[in-house]
Every structure is written in C-alpha cells, then in structure tokens.
C-alpha cells in the first residue's frame, strides 16, 4: 500500500517543488538595477582623488548582445564626474565576467569610415603644455543588439562595436549607432576594486 503522495517512497510532488525553487539567480555583475550606488576603489579613483574609494549612482545601463558578446556598460555619476564600468561575459565560460573602467572620450557624427589605426592625444599629468599620443590598433568589429536602460524606460538599437587596443592595457570601444558614434576608452580593474550597493528592483518590491 502506497503513501498518500508516495510511490514507492518518494514523493510524488518532489520534483514540482524542486523545479519551482530553482530560480535563475542574477549574477551580481549583470543586469544592476538603475540608481543602485557603486563604489569604486581602483588606482585610477586613489590617483585622482587621493581618497581610497569614491561612491558614484548607476544612471545608465547599456546591455549589448551579439554574435559571441555579452557586455553591459554602467554609467555611473557623482557630482563631480561620470564615469562607465563595463562587465564583459567570458567566452566559454558560464559565469566569469572581465571588469573595466572606462571614460567616454568623444561623442560626435560618423564622417569618413573609422581607420585600422587611431592616435588619440591625453593631457601629460605631470606637464599640462603637453600631451600624451596614444596608438589605438582596430582588432574587431561586432554587430549587436543595444539595450539601454534608465530611469524613464527602456529602448532598444542596432549597433556596431569597433573594438580597439593600445599595448596590452588600454582599450577603446566606439559604439557605432546609425551616423552618432561613441568613444569609450579604459582599462582593465579587478573584481576587488568595485562595491555594489543594489537598488531595490521595481518588479521585485511589486512581489
């Protein structure tokens, strides 16, 4: 004679429980929600300010998806700057992620077809009269869906991504959407050098 709910010793209703319990959980680096506070604590931020960390609230979340490519670029703001953050998916992996910090150099119109090679120019820390020429070397260009992501809504974009490098630390990503293009530049930071605070997820407080 069988248990109510049991066939030969196991639940019956086992498996349904299982299986409504295993819900996706997000990553921590994917998907922040808008307005969550993000502190940063890297060699640029102490170079900069001479304070070990700096807090900024994420105002932008760009998600781009593409052949090979799962990227989200985190703008994110104090009073005095703003800065991006970009989590990048590992190719091959489940769930390891690349973390860099980056400015938008330039913001302009698409005027003749981007080049192989691009020279951008820094101002020298230690002597203002001077600057820095940097050699970037075109190594890609990626076709991708952009989602972009803030506090009024949601919009979505075909983009291109022309991804560049400068030695074996400094890159630049220009974005690539219609004639408008964008120029985002940086380097590599670790997973110690950033702090998450997350907001409270709209869907989530609806629950």
């Avoid at 922040?32 to 604590?41: A, K, R, V």
């Avoid at 985190?74 to 690349?98: F, L």
């Avoid at 090679?117 to 230690?126: C, R, S, V």
């Avoid at 490098?165 to 964008?182: H, K, N, P, Q, R």
């Amino acid at each position: 004679m069988a248990l109510f709910g049991r066939k030969d010793g196991k639940s019956l209703f086992g498996r349904r429980k299982d299986a409504d319990s295993k819900k996706p959980v997000r990553h921590e680096l994917v998907d922040i929600p808008i307005e969550s506070m993000i502190e940063l604590s890297d060699i640029i931020t102490y170079e900069e300010t001479g304070d070990t960390s700096r807090a900024f609230k994420l105002v932008t979340r760009k998600k781009y998806e593409g052949e090979a490519l799962r990227r989200y670029m985190y703008h994110i703001r104090d009073a005095e700057e703003e800065v991006v953050i970009s989590v990048d998916h590992v190719v091959g992996t489940r769930e390891e992620y690349e973390i860099s910090r980056w400015i938008v150099d330039d913001e302009c119109e698409l005027g003749d077809p981007l080049p192989d090679m691009m020279t951008l120019y820094f101002p020298d820390p230690e002597n203002e009269q001077n600057d820095i020429a940097v050699e970037y070397n075109r190594q890609e260009v990626i076709s991708a869906t952009l989602t972009v992501t803030d506090v009024e809504g949601e919009q979505k974009f075909e983009v291109e991504l022309h991804e560049y490098v400068a030695g074996d630390d400094e890159f630049m990503s220009i974005e690539l959407c219609g004639d408008w293009l964008t120029f985002y530049v940086g380097t590599m930071i670790t997973r110690s050098d950033i702090e998450i605070y997350p907001a409270l997820d709209p869907e989530s407080s609806r629950k």
